[in-house]
Structure formats: structure tokens, C-alpha cells
């Protein structure tokens, strides 16, 4: 588990006495001397101040409470921080200063969420009238309240945030209620809403506030998987759904397993978003350990994400092929929630870089060959923002068409980059035809395919949201990964070869 690494351990906050001027502030000196002592700073804080001044306001321990900064995994739900179960997360914004007003209405509020154990998982995401979200407000606010007093006075008798309904409580999270209808062109919060529920269902959009192509196939596989009426637009129906969509009850949001298949039940809100790992704690932490159980496990299932979850995972993501790391993303998820993978006793410890007995034969070698000379094709046609073939691309609608139109490796529908490499396997030796990822601010931005050639690649590049075909330098060319700054990752086509060739397409 991470820890909380924003401010220095010694909070400083307004005094309400000079201290040059020789006057004593308190007997035994200043308020927040005085909290520091009395304080066990046992917290998940690395302030022992902040700490012990929770503990004064909640007149209880918190010890059993774990706190990250995990800004990605907050943006991806729409908010600046969230608690599930006892496990907190913040925003990069967010500081231990006690003179931060606005860190520390946003800390009171989770430490209220993570003293209750967090709400019943009757949802996924915390609605409207979650009481919960109430209790954790107050909560908020007058720590904030106190905090901004430099901690002088008696401390405020603040309760748990009991009563919640969502396993995953956010703060500063928009609700969805259809009303305006949503649809292809819609901005706002309320888009950005959408996104954030969408994205707890497993799928892999911008918190944008923007409602275009990628967002509408997100809403349209989510009524899809409903038997809502199928047609894009979000109004009260379909908000009333998304908001109400329960934690034990997802369908197939629309990603599809690593095998490609799309529309597969979704056991207990294991959707790999937020990611789990050791270290957390709450009713995902239960549904994950029921899926291993259900693999060949024999967890005990009490949300809590310790050395042998850890360990069911990395057996598990090994008998599957996956990348080892302990770490249940989307990729993971899917393969635990596919009825068809394999259990964790099947014992193929290989780090997850795949099986490859087609590799060298000329079936296989040949369907390598025809991604790049497909991919190779397109040299120089225009890069246009959300093109998706055959005259323009954007970069994550030229892989789309060279590997499902032109080679047949898929049948999935429009996704995002981000979308491509939840679907893919990593690998940390690309071949041709393999996809390279590229990450920005908000997550996986960019993908290309590698030629097999070093670090060279070939891809729809040189464009953004802008590029609507006009930039002679925004087009179909080879690059080199190498060159560019970002932080980069590997998705192989092997598994797709495989099926193919095994008749699985």
C-alpha cells in the first residue's frame, strides 16, 4: 500500500496568538502540540497532527484505515477522491495541509466513508440520495470548519457516514438523471457523469463532458446488455439504470473478454476499475475473491486484499497468460469473469507473456506479414479525429481497420486506444503487427502498431481532436517509440493469431 507522501509531517497551521510576543497560547502549549501528544498517530496519514485530529473529531482509532494518492484511478469516476470499504484514494491535489481548507473538507469526508467500512454495494457508484453521501458532507465540512480554526477549541463530534448504498463513494462526483436527454454532441457535467458510470462498468472513456462517437457505442452496448431501448440517448430510463446498475447484476459493458468475446455477465462489479491490489480493502475486494474461489481457490472471503489474494491472483493471471503483477485491471477482470479460462491450478507459470506454439509456422508467420502489409497500405492517407477508414484515420480507428476489416483478427466494435489495450495481453518484447501503447495526463492516449524492426512503428499519428484532415503532417507514417517521451506499454496480437488459425473466428 502506498502511502501519503504530499506534505511534511509537521502541519502548520494559523495561530491565533503572536508567538514573537512571549504570551503563552495554552498552558501546556498550542492546540496542535497538544493534539500531537494526545494523538497515537497510528492513521493512515503520514501527519501525525491530521491524524490525531481525526481521532479527536471521530473519537475513534484509524488504525484500520489505508489511504493512496491514486489521481488516475479518480478521473476515470469522475471525482477527486473516493473510499471503498476502509481504503481511501485522493486526488493529486489534494495535500495533508491543514491550511487547505479544501484537502481537509475532502479528508473529513472520506475518513467518514472509511470509518463506516464504506456503503452496502447496492450500486457501484454513489447516487443522489445516497445517505451516506449526506452524513460524509457534514462530516466534511466541519472539520474543514475546525481545521481552518487552527484546531483551537473543543474538537467536533463527527459520526461515520453510515447508511451508504454504493461500494465506491466519490467525492465530488456528478449524478446522471437524464433530464436533458444525453446524446451524440451533449457537454457537461452531466456527460461527464455518464462517462464516470460507464467507466465503473468496465469501459475506458475520457472524463471529457463530451458525448461523441466512443461515449455513444458505450451507451448503446450498455442498453444493449439491458434490453433497454437501444438508440444512444440517455434519458431517465437509462440514467435511472446506470445509476441503480447493481454491484452483483453488470453485464458486458461493451470491452469484451481478452478472447474478443463481448456481452459476457460481469460477477459482482469485478471490472478491473478501479484496479485492485494488495493493500485494499472492501466488498470488490469480497466479489474478487469469490471469482478466485470459484478458479480453483481457497480464499477467505473477507475483503481484504492480503498476500494470498495476491498470490491467487498471480497464479491465476499466469494459468491465463496475462502479465503477472498481481494486479486485477480490466484485462484480469475479464478473464476471471470468462467461464471458459483457466483455473490457477493449471500451473503455467510463465509470467504471462503466452503460450506461442504457432510461432515459426508459416500459417502463423503469414497472418503477422498481412497486419503490416495492410497497415503498410494506408502509408500517407490523413489523419482525421474519430475517422475510422478507409480514407481517413484517427490512430485508434486505423488499428480497428487494418486488424478487423483487412486481416479479420477481430469483430470487436469502436473502442479507444485505452479500450484496444485492455483487450490486449502485454508483452515486453513487441513483434510485428504488436500494438504499441502511448500514455498522456489522463491515461493510454495514442496506439500504433510495431513493425518488428527496433523501435520503429507505423500508425495513424500527428493529430487531436482538431485534426479534421487539414494537416499534411497528421497522417498514416512511421515512427519510432524510442523518440517519443511518453510512458509506453505493449499489447500482443499472439492470442488473436491463435484463434484465428484454431478456428476460433
Not at 472 to 487: E, I, L, T
Request: proline share 3%; aromatic share 6%.
Amino acid at each position: 500500500m502506498k502511502t501519503l507522501r504530499r506534505a511534511s509531517s509537521a502541519i502548520s497551521a494559523p495561530s491565533s496568538q503572536d508567538v514573537d510576543s512571549g504570551e503563552e497560547v495554552h498552558e501546556n502549549g498550542s492546540a496542535q502540540e497538544q493534539l500531537e501528544a494526545q494523538g497515537q498517530s497510528t492513521g493512515p496519514f503520514d501527519s501525525p497532527l491530521l491524524n490525531a485530529a481525526l481521532e479527536a473529531s471521530f473519537g475513534q482509532s484509524l488504525s484500520g484505515l489505508s489511504a493512496d494518492w491514486a489521481s488516475a484511478e479518480n478521473e476515470a469516476i469522475g471525482a477527486d477522491a473516493s473510499c471503498e470499504g476502509s481504503a481511501m484514494s485522493f486526488g493529486g491535489s489534494i495535500s495533508e495541509n491543514a491550511a487547505d481548507t479544501a484537502s481537509m473538507e475532502i479528508v473529513g469526508h472520506e475518513v467518514a466513508h472509511a470509518l463506516a467500512g464504506g456503503g452496502s454495494g447496492e450500486t457501484v457508484l454513489d447516487t443522489e440520495n445516497d445517505q451516506g453521501e449526506d452524513k460524509a458532507d457534514e462530516a466534511g465540512v466541519r472539520f474543514a470548519e475546525w481545521a481552518s480554526a487552527g484546531f483551537e477549541g473543543p474538537a467536533p463530534e463527527l459520526k461515520a457516514a453510515t447508511g451508504g448504498k454504493a461500494a465506491i463513494h466519490r467525492h465530488g462526483g456528478a449524478t446522471l438523471s437524464g433530464r436533458p436527454m444525453l446524446r451524440r454532441g451533449s457537454r457537461g457535467g452531466e456527460v461527464s457523469a455518464l462517462q464516470s458510470l460507464l467507466n465503473a462498468l468496465g469501459h475506458a472513456l475520457s472524463v471529457d463532458g463530451i458525448f461523441g462517437r466512443r461515449t455513444e457505442s458505450a451507451v448503446l452496448a450498455y442498453q444493449r446488455s439491458k434490453r433497454l431501448e437501444i438508440d444512444g440517448i440517455v434519458g431517465p430510463n437509462t440514467a435511472s439504470s446506470l445509476n441503480g446498475a447493481h454491484a452483483g447484476t453488470h453485464s458486458g459493458s461493451g470491452q469484451g473478454s481478452q478472447s474478443g468475446q463481448s456481452g459476457q455477465s460481469t460477477q459482482a462489479g469485478v471490472t478491473g476499475r478501479p484496479e485492485l491490489r494488495l493493500g485494499r480493502r472492501g466488498t470488490l475486494v469480497e466479489a474478487l475473491q469469490r471469482l478466485l474461489n470459484t478458479k480453483g481457490g481457497s480464499l477467505r472471503v473477507d475483503g481484504d486484499f492480503g498476500p494470498a489474494t495476491d498470490n491467487a491472483v498471480k497464479r491465476f493471471q499466469a494459468a491465463n497468460n496475462l502479465e503477472v503483477d498481481g494486479v486485477v485491471g480490466p484485462n484480469t477482470a475479464a478473464k476471471l469473469n470468462d467461464g471458459s479460462s483457466n483455473d490457477l491450478t493449471s500451473g503455467n507459470a510463465n509470467g504471462g507473456q503466452g503460450n506461442q506454439p504457432f510461432a515459426g509456422n508459416e500459417a502463423y508467420e503469414n497472418l503477422r506479414d498481412a497486419v503490416m502489409a495492410a497497415a503498410e497500405s494506408h502509408l500517407g492517407k490523413p489523419y482525421y479525429w474519430g475517422a475510422d477508414g478507409p480514407s481517413m484515420f484517427d490512430c485508434s480507428g486505423f488499428v480497428l481497420y487494418v486488424l478487423r476489416q483487412e486481416t479479420g483478427l477481430i469483430n470487436w466494435g469502436d473502442d479507444t486506444a485505452a479500450g484496444i489495450s485492455n483487450r490486449l495481453p502485454k508483452t515486453t518484447t513487441p513483434k510485428r503487427g504488436d500494438c504499441v501503447f502511448y500514455r498522456g495526463r489522463s491515461g493510454i492516449s495514442h496506439i500504433e502498431f510495431s513493425t518488428g524492426n527496433g523501435s520503429e512503428t507505423l500508425g495513424a499519428s500527428g493529430g487531436g481532436p482538431s485534426t479534421k484532415g487539414d494537416n499534411p503532417r497528421a497522417k498514416v507514417k512511421f515512427g519510432n517509440y524510442n523518440r517519443d517521451s511518453r510512458a509506453k506499454s505493449f499489447g500482443s496480437i499472439e492470442g488473436l493469431i491463435q484463434a484465428k488459425l484454431s478456428g476460433g473466428r
